[in-house]
């Protein structure tokens, strides 16, 4: 007989819902297009948006995405240096910024892919599929 724990049921949940994507952007009209480009996948499913950093974490702390999309331009503090949000869920950086400056500024973000923002269309969907972490079903389900 198998038996279900509670976090295995979150397990289950996690995987019926595919690659869960927050995307922080100040752009209303880039969260827009994202969200469009995005809106009738099965496998990925925009569960929150952002438009500044301090909701980009609070989102991310409360919602548990697999990927945060974020501009790079908005994950630097005041100071310019970035703010490093490499704890938990995979980071591509976008920016309409291209050069190795963005592209270094990105790693060090702990980015898995930097995007220029005029490619959006045609890589973002390939490069979450191909960084999205992979639920590993065979321990959502334990045998008694």
């Known amino acids: ?17 595919g690659i869960r994507v927050l995307v922080a952007d100040d752009a209303e009209l880039i969260r827009r297009g994202i969200k469009t480009l995005l809106k009738d996948r099965g496998d990925i499913s925009v569960i929150g948006e952002a438009s500044n950093l301090p909701e980009t974490i609070q989102k991310a702390a409360e919602l548990l995405p697999d990927v945060i999309i974020i501009d790079l331009r908005m994950a630097a503090n005041v100071n310019g240096e970035l ?46 599929l191909q960084i999205s972490p992979r639920i590993n079903l065979s321990n959502a389900v334990t045998s008694t």
């Open 83 to 128: 703010n490093h949000l490499t704890n938990g869920p995979m980071l591509v950086v976008i920016s309409f910024d291209i050069g190795e400056t963005a592209d270094a500024d990105a790693k060090k973000l702990g980015a898995m892919k930097f995007i220029d923002k005029t490619h959006l269309a045609n890589d973002l969907i390939p490069t979450l």
């Open 1 to 17: 007989m198998e038996n279900c724990g509670e976090g295995a049921l979150v397990d289950w949940k996690r995987a019926l819902m």
